[in-house]
Each structure stands twice: as structure tokens, then as C-alpha cells.
Nanobody
Framework: QGQLAESGGGLVQAGGSLRLSCAVS????????MGWFRQAPGKEREFVAT????????NYAYSVEGRFTISRDNAKNMVLLQMNNLKPEDTAVYYC????????????????????WGQGTRVTVSS
């Protein structure tokens, strides 16, 4: 896997939406499971969502279930995170990451299962 670059963060009011994008360089992107994590101010980085290498299986943190949707576009080497009904507690830096090894599953929710990370994009939700 090559480099990962997130974009799409910004300032939004509570109840609003944002779509984060992660562009991935390299030829083997379709073979890797991908994930989104976030780190809120003063807190540890935490799992948000993951998608397996086929794009058919997805997994979400309980706190975002029903509001966030992860997807992938293998033709464009991109992973997306659609975030709806945002809450102030969603304020964080959001990171895209690729799983260690190919043919990864959506069951990988731990950070040690990911070996390639982007620089992050900041999301701020005002109340």
C-alpha cells in the first residue's frame, strides 16, 4: 500500500453532514480492508468504521451506527465516510487506515491491525 490522504473535514453545525474522503496511492488498493478512526481532544484514538476488501461487509462503532456510512470506490482508489446527523461529540481528527495484509475483513477494529495511516482531517461540530 502507498500513501493515504484524507480530505473533507471542516466546521459544521450539529445535525449537519460531512463526507470524508481518503485517497490511496498504489496498485493493490482493492485487496485491502480499510478503516476510519478518530481522536477527540484529550482522548485516545478510537475505531469508527471498517470495510472489508470486497466492500460487501462493513462494521461500525456503536456511537456512529445509523448515522455514518463507509464505502469504497476501487476504481478511484478511495474510501469514503458519509457522516450525517453530526453531534458535538463527533468532533475529532479523523484518520483513514489500511489493514495489515491483504483480503482483510470488516471484523478488524483494533488499531494494531492497521499498518498504514493518513495524516488526518479535522472535523468540528458546533452545538
Amino acid at each position: 500500500q502507498g500513501q493515504l490522504a484524507e480530505s473533507g473535514g471542516g466546521l459544521v453545525q450539529a445535525g449537519g453532514s460531512l463526507r470524508l474522503s481518503c485517497a490511496v496511492s498504489g496498485d493493490n488498493f482493492p485487496l485491502y480492508g480499510m478503516g476510519w478512526f478518530r481522536q477527540a481532544p484529550g482522548k485516545e484514538r478510537e475505531f469508527v468504521a471498517t470495510i472489508d476488501w470486497t466492500g460487501k461487509s462493513k462494521n461500525y462503532a456503536y456511537s456512529v451506527e445509523g448515522r455514518f456510512t463507509i464505502s469504497r470506490d476501487n476504481a478511484k482508489n478511495m474510501v469514503l465516510l458519509q457522516m450525517n446527523n453530526l453531534k458535538p461529540e463527533d468532533t475529532a481528527v479523523y484518520y483513514c487506515a489500511s489493514q495489515t495484509g491483504t483480503f482483510g475483513s470488516a471484523l478488524r477494529t483494533q488499531q494494531y491491525e492497521y499498518n498504514n495511516w493518513g495524516q488526518g482531517t479535522r472535523v468540528t461540530v458546533s452545538s
